[in-house]
Nanobody
Framework: QVPLVESGGGLVQPGGSLRLSCTAS????????VAWFRQAPGKEREGVSC????????NYDDSVKGRFTISRDVAKNTVLLQMNSLKPEDTAVYYC???????????????????WGQGTQVTVTS
């Protein structure tokens, strides 16, 4: 198992922004699809956004389109999730995941990913 580490969560008011980071110390993330998922209390984990190997394609859940942007910082071996116009319903623990299989597309399905980080809490409240 290669540990993924998320950071950047926090407390923000509605309409605010946060940027989450996902990095790995023993894996070149750019080779593999990376996805962000989130899980709110009492709810199932859901896919938010993903980026394919080498950043060729991206995918977003409808609930975050136009507000969230996923990107890669290859030099820092990091995948970023820029979250703007945050809403209270965005409150959740956010996880990054990868599956270590080169793919020019990416999925928002839980079962397609095997390696997960520990999560970072995002709370949107006034």
């Amino acid at each position: 198992q290669v540990p993924l580490v998320e950071s950047g969560g926090g407390l923000v008011q509605p309409g605010g922004s946060l940027r989450l980071s996902c990095t790995a110390s023993r894996l070149t993330l750019d080779y593999y699809p990376v996805a962000w998922f989130r899980q709110a209390p009492g709810k199932e984990r859901e896919g938010v956004s993903c980026v394919s190997s080498s950043g060729i394609s991206t995918n977003y859940d409808d609930s975050v389109k136009g507000r969230f942007t996923i990107s890669r910082d290859v030099a820092k071996n990091t995948v970023l999730l820029q979250m703007n116009s945050l809403k209270p319903e965005d409150t959740a623990v956010y996880y990054c995941a990868t599956n270590r299989r080169y793919n020019t597309t990416c999925s928002l399905h839980l079962d397609d990913y095997e390696q997960w980080g520990q999560g970072t809490q995002v709370t949107v409240t006034s």
